[in-house]
Structures are given as structure tokens and as C-alpha cells.
């Protein structure tokens, strides 16, 4: 097989910022690294790519191999290439973040990487240059949630409003006035509301929404502006 004559290999991995939310907090699932350097120190769940995976196979392995799961929303950040980021071998690392559901899928976790779920406000130090991953990834979100209706990854299959708006202001931690939240969350045409109510928060309760799935696909990328004055969480 023909190669370059006189190129330097160089490894390519994929890490995987894996957000959740409980219904109450935003949350990051990390593992505990198990082999040298920096065994047993927190990290994002990674692997090297293999010779017959694209970049986007590869973390959709890495995935089901810490969650089990398949077809979960996965986005690609920036590349971290510094020569020196890993001391091992020179490796360019291929951030991706994923976005699920905790309640739904927290029993299927592997029990090999000794993954734990951490809120996002207190993580602990990660190994490498995984606190920047996480933080760029953190950023991103931010962004693309300003203007898609990206965040409904994380909800189960019925929701109620008030769920929807603590979700929104745990990622961009502030509060959104309640009128106005749920004034333009309807006014999307997304969210089919149903009979039944939620009645754990208050007697009154407050109706369960489903998203719907069709419009949801269709109009993804149309211009869902949720955020008032988006631009200062985005700095």
C-alpha cells in the first residue's frame, strides 16, 4: 500500500462532552481515566479513531460504549491540537458534544469507566485540556440554543413548561421573565400541550407538553430567537 514517504504519524481522538439534565440541573457526565498518565483523575469520556472510522463513527462509538445508547444528538467542536497537549504521543484531539436525557438513560451507564454525573458549576479539575473542551463545548451550546430549539435533547417525552424554562436558565444561568418565556416557547408551533398535568410542584399543576417531532425536524434550523438579548450570555 502507497504512503507519504517521510510524514510523521500523528493520533487522532475523539473526546465526548456529554451534557445532561435531571429535570432540576445541568450536568456533565465524566469518567475516571483508567490507565497512565493520569490514572484514576477525572476526564471526558475518549478513544483513539480506527483505521476505518470517520471522525463522526468513532464518537458515536465512544457514546454507546460509556451510555449504550445510539442516535443521540452529537455536534463537532473545534479540533485541540496543541504538539504538547498529551505527553504520551502527539495526539489531535476531536471534541464532540452530546446532549441526552439523565432520567431516561442513567441506569444503562457502563460500570467499567466508573462514570459519575457532576453538575456543571462544580467539576472537578480534568485531565489535559479537557477543562477547555468542556468550556468551549459549554459555549457552543449556549450559542446554538439561542437560535434552535436544540435544548428538547435533553427533555423526556412529555415535559412541562416550567421544566423547559429551568433547563434554559441552568445553561445560561439567569432567570427569563415566565410570561415571556412561555409566550414565545407556543408560539413556535412546536409543543402540543396534553390532558394531563404535572401537580408535584403546585395544586394547581401545570399542563405536560410533547414536542412535535415533524415540525421539530422540519423547521430545526429556522430561527427560534427563545433568548432575549442573546449576545451577553455569548461572550
Known sequence: MMKYSGQTRVLVAVDCIIFGFDGENFKLLLIQRGFAP????WSLMGGFIQPHESLEVGAQRVLKQLTGLEGVYLEQIPA?????????ERTIAVPYFALI??????????????????????????????????EMAKMRLRYKAALHP????????????????TLYEKLY??????RNFSRKVLSTGLLVRQEDKDKESSRKGAYYYKLDKEKYYDNFEAFLKFIPNPEKFLM
Do not use: C, G, N
Request: no cysteine; glycine share 0%.
Open 38 to 41: 493520569q490514572k484514576q483523575k
Open 80 to 88: 485541540f491540537s496543541e504538539p504538547t497537549r498529551d505527553p504520551v
Open 101 to 134: 436525557d439523565i432520567q431516561k438513560y442513567e441506569t444503562q451507564l457502563s460500570s467499567d469507566y466508573h462514570a459519575e454525573w457532576f453538575l456543571l458549576s462544580e467539576m472537578p479539575h480534568l485531565i489535559f485540556d479537557h477543562e477547555r473542551m468542556v
Open 150 to 165: 436544540i435544548l428538547f435533547e435533553l427533555l423526556p417525552e412529555k415535559f412541562t413548561l416550567p421544566k423547559l424554562q
Open 173 to 178: 444561568e439567569t432567570t427569563f421573565d415566565k
